[in-house]
C-alpha cells in the first residue's frame, strides 16, 4: 500500500486576540462552559481552569484528520469521497454525543477548512442544541495554504496560543471566505473578526460569531455573500491585488442593506459591483467640480456636494486618491461637509501614491472582483503640488487614525498604498503643518 511522503510540522507561538476577547467574555458568564472540538492540551485546561471554567475536549479535528489521511494513503480518493467519509465519520460521532449542559463557547479551531460548506452548516446546526442565547464559536480561516490536516492549537495565555501545522496541501483546498462561512452559519452573527494584526500567525485569521437562536441571519438570504463578480469584458489596464478593498468587502457582507459614497466617477463596472452588496449607491463624481475651481467655502456649503440626502450617513465612503488633489483647505472642507454623512464605524477607502508617482489627474480605478483593481497605465504625473503621504493627510485632518494599511504587499503595483481611515465626529479647527 502507498503511503503518504514524509513531512514534518512546524511549531511556534503566536498572539492570538480572538482568544483574548473569548477570554474577556467568559468573564461576564458565571456558568464558564467551553467545547473544544480539538485534541486535549494540557495547556489549554490549564487556562481555562485559572479562569473558573468547565472544559470539555471532543477531539472531532483529530478524526477530520484521520479521514484526510487516509485519503492521502489512496493517493486517487475523489474530494467528493473524501468529504462523505468525514461526513460520516461526524455523523457517528454526534450520534453518541449526550450532554445537558449548555456551553457558552464553541472552539471550532481550523476544523472549517477541511468541510465543504453545506458539512459546516449542518455540524453547527447539530451543536446547536448545545449552545445557548449568544454563545460564542470561534473559528480559524487560512489565506496563503490549507495545512494537509488540521493543527494543533495549545493555549498559553490570553494571547499565546502554541500552533502545530503541518506542511501545506498541494491539492485544492476547501478554504472559505468570510461571507460564505456567514452565509452557512444561519443563525450566528459576525461578532469580532481579527486578520493581519501584529504577532499574528501569517496567513491565519480569527473570526467570533456569536449565536442568536431566535434571529436568524437575514444578511444570509441575500447574494452579497456571494464573491462579487462583475461582466467578464476586458477591463483596461494592469490588475492590483487590493487587500483593501477585500476588507471593505468582509466588512459590508455583514451589514443589512448598506451604504455605500464612492467619490469618484460612476463607473458601470463599479456599480454593478456594488450592487451584489447594496442598492444605496451614492457616485459624488468630486474631481471635475474640483479641477473647476470649487471653493473651500463652495466644498463647505454646498448641499448637493455628495447629491444624497440630508442626514443620510454612509457606512463606506470610496475616497480613491481624491484626497491627493485637494488644497489644505479644501481637504479641510471636504471633512467638514463629510463628517454629517458618517458615523463611528464608517470606513474610508484612501489611495496614496509613493513618492512623485502620483498621476496629473485621477486615474479611474475599475474593480474586477474583491480582491482586484484594475489601475490605467500612467503617462504623466503631478508636478504642480507636493505629493500627499499619510503622515501629512493625518495632519491636515487632525483627528483622523488610519485602521489598515497595505503597502508592498504581494501581488500590489509598488508605488500605489491603500488605506482604510476612520474620522472622529468632533469637529476641528485647522491644524498647521
Request: proline share 7%; with cysteine.
Amino acid at each position: 500500500m502507498p503511503q503518504p511522503p514524509e513531512t514534518e510540522s512546524i511549531e511556534a507561538s503566536y498572539r492570538f486576540p480572538g482568544i483574548r476577547f473569548i477570554a474577556q467574555s467568559l468573564n461576564r458568564h458565571t456558568s464558564r462552559r467551553v467545547l473544544d472540538l480539538g485534541p486535549a492540551s494540557a495547556a489549554s485546561f490549564n487556562f481555562f481552569m485559572h479562569k473558573g471554567c468547565t472544559l470539555r475536549y471532543e477531539n472531532v479535528t483529530q478524526g477530520v484528520g484521520d479521514q484526510l489521511l487516509l485519503a492521502q494513503i489512496a493517493l486517487d480518493t475523489p474530494v467528493e469521497e473524501t468529504q462523505q467519509s468525514i461526513r460520516r465519520f461526524i455523523e457517528s460521532y454526534l450520534m453518541s454525543f449526550r450532554s445537558h449542559q449548555k456551553f457558552d463557547v464553541v472552539l471550532a479551531w481550523d476544523l472549517f477548512n477541511y468541510l465543504d460548506l453545506a458539512s459546516v452548516e449542518w455540524l453547527m446546526s447539530k451543536l446547536s442544541a448545545f449552545c445557548h442565547d449568544q454563545s460564542l464559536l470561534h473559528s480559524l480561516r487560512y489565506s496563503q495554504g490549507v495545512p494537509v490536516r488540521p493543527g494543533l492549537f495549545q493555549i498559553l495565555s490570553d494571547y499565546q496560543v502554541k500552533v502545530q501545522l503541518p506542511p501545506k496541501s498541494s491539492t485544492k483546498a476547501l478554504s472559505h471566505s468570510l461571507p460564505d462561512l456567514i452565509r452557512h452559519l444561519p443563525f450566528y452573527h459576525l461578532d469580532s473578526s481579527f486578520t493581519q494584526q501584529t504577532g499574528m500567525a501569517p496567513g491565519l485569521s480569527e473570526d467570533v460569531l456569536r449565536y442568536f437562536p431566535e434571529r436568524k441571519n437575514r444578511i444570509r438570504q441575500t447574494a452579497k455573500l456571494d464573491k462579487p463578480a462583475v461582466s467578464k469584458t476586458a477591463l483596461p489596464g494592469s490588475p492590483h491585488r487590493s487587500y483593501a478593498l477585500a476588507t471593505l468587502c468582509d466588512h459590508l457582507s455583514h451589514i443589512e442593506s448598506p451604504r455605500i459614497l464612492d467619490l469618484g466617477a460612476p463607473i458601470p463596472s463599479n456599480l454593478e459591483f456594488y450592487r451584489q452588496f447594496s442598492d444605496q449607491i451614492t457616485f459624488a463624481n468630486l474631481y471635475p467640480r474640483l479641477l473647476n475651481g470649487l471653493s473651500a467655502d463652495d466644498l463647505a456649503q454646498a448641499e448637493d456636494i455628495f447629491h444624497c440626502k440630508s442626514g443620510e450617513q454612509f457606512d463606506v465612503v470610496m475616497a480613491w486618491a481624491i484626497l491627493g488633489y485637494c488644497s489644505q483647505e479644501q481637504l479641510h472642507a471636504l471633512k467638514k461637509r463629510l463628517l454629517p454623512h458618517i458615523h463611528n464605524q464608517t470606513k474610508i477607502h484612501v489611495i496614496i501614491y509613493a513618492g512623485h508617482t502620483q498621476p496629473s489627474a485621477p486615474d479611474q480605478y475599475f474593480i474586477k472582483d474583491s480582491d482586484t483593481l484594475h489601475l490605467p497605465d500612467v503617462h504623466a504625473y503631478c508636478s504642480t503640488q507636493p505629493p500627499l503621504t499619510a503622515i501629512r493627510l493625518l495632519k491636515l485632518l487632525g483627528d483622523a487614525s488610519y485602521e489598515h494599511s497595505f503597502i508592498l504587499k504581494p501581488g500590489m503595483s509598488p508605488d500605489f498604498f491603500e488605506h482604510i481611515l476612520v474620522l472622529q465626529k468632533a469637529p476641528i479647527g485647522v491644524p498647521s503643518l
